[in-house]
């Protein structure tokens, strides 16, 4: 096994990735129930982050709950709730039309928003990942832009994977729109997005160099915490492996096998 | 009215564009049916050309009969009979899977081609115009690609302009599965590929330099035919106005603001 370097001293804030770093599917990864623990017993600040948008923070604090990780939603942050957030900032009570699920939609409405699919009200197309995105769908978000509608997306990712393979993701629906309308996606909130960034620093109330992002993607989770300054750390346990590691542009500080690595020897 | 160039000869070959050019929806353009009768009667020889996917060939000439400009099937060329073509070389009897409407389905099927849905089996994934598109499709397109499956397209065409507005067109399905798999399409057989140009060719049975190009779109009709080497001619009844003429880089030999100023004065 590789020797690479680790951390030697605890940060008052972690940002953990969670498909892939804290979990995988239905289970824990070794070491990420006591490595929590112990960030907690020593008073360091925690947030799980996600960019999926196919459940709400409160199903994702469940859900580490269940597994053994006790968390309340508000230590969870995910693509949805971070666009829900902007777009409060942005266009207060806007006319939307979501190219997403179910609970993506819930947030929005939850956040003050009126979903429609009348093209000539419609303000913000989002696009987002959508296992039920069908031509109908397409076409009002056509209309809409054609309208003058803005376009933005909770995520860019490509496919999220399974254990068949993956799902296409996020990035199919805003392809499939920039195809037959010509025009670009304006914003895409979720990881590596500075504006992603920005809600964890808010949400952990500690400058960036006080934080460390540990994530299994070097594009979203060690590039985004690169950007804003945070230390990095990625875990071998998801997606990134030995071989892609050296073959890629991005470097984190650290590099873990398994997230207990992230505690100081 | 501006006065732009006309052509001074009658030319062996003419190419005619379809929507825009010889007709718009449901009804001949002015002077369609009698510049038509006058070429013919000169001994030229004239071929029609569509990029829409979602008729075939017979169906072209059965509208074009019933609008009163008698043809017959081989004397229209669309997308998906070039597609049909061109696979014959490339990977004849190959398996397909097919993002598109019943009638390419047929043209494929008649021209010996397996279509599946099995994604170990799939050699070609062919994206084309599809008002059925769903998440259920794109599925089987990205895991033949993830498999190994080449991905084709029929045409790029961004919407297919209609009274209401648009359809979005093939380039929305190209960019859902080059989204979510990041791999490109390898061969676009439509207008502008010099691909239609060949079976243009191969089917007038003329030398480029003998045939002129008449279309509404500056980026596919003229430009292939600049590329191959055709006289080109807009007609200002469709898609191109004065202003977008004047603003393009690709700019045509000649400019009708009906189909009969392409007769000789």
Redesign the interface.
């Known amino acids: 096994m590789t020797t690479y370097p680790r951390p030697s001293h605890i940060f008052p804030g972690y940002v953990l990735d969670l498909d892939g770093t804290v979990y995988l599917g239905d289970a824990l990864l070794p070491g990420a129930k006591g490595t929590v623990e112990a960030l907690r017993a020593a008073g360091s600040r925690v947030v799980f982050l996600s960019n999926k948008p196919l459940q709400t923070r409160a199903d994702y604090a469940a859900k580490l709950t269940r597994l053994g990780v006790p968390t309340s939603p508000d230590e969870v942050i995910n693509s949805s709730w971070v666009l829900a957030r902007w777009l409060q900032d942005e266009a207060p009570g806007a006319a939307l039309f979501v190219i997403g699920e179910q609970p993506l939609l819930a947030e929005l409405r939850a956040a003050g928003f009126r979903l429609t699919e009348q093209p000539g009200e419609i303000q913000f197309v989002v696009a987002s990942f959508?296992?039920?995105?069908?031509?109908r769908k397409?076409?009002i978000a056509?209309?809409a832009i054609?309208a003058g509608a803005r376009l933005i997306a909770t995520n860019a990712d490509?496919?999220c994977p399974t254990p068949e393979?993956?799902?296409?993701?996020a990035?199919?629906?805003?392809?499939?729109?920039?195809?037959?309308?010509?025009k670009q996606v304006e914003v895409v909130v979720g990881k590596p997005s500075p504006i992603t960034a920005r809600a964890i620093l808010a949400r952990l109330q500690l400058p960036a160099s006080e934080c460390i992002i540990v994530g299994d993607r070097l594009e979203t989770d060690i590039h985004m915490g690169r950007e804003v300054g945070m230390a990095t750390a990625v875990v071998l346990t998801g997606v990134t492996t030995p071989a892609s590691l050296a073959a890629s542009d991005i470097q984190p500080d650290y590099v873990l096998h398994s997230l207990d690595e992230l505690l100081p020897p």
């Open positions: 959508d296992r039920t995105f069908n031509y397409l076409q056509f209309d054609r490509r496919y393979g993956g799902l296409p993701d990035a199919a629906v805003i392809g499939a729109i920039e195809g037959c309308t010509g």
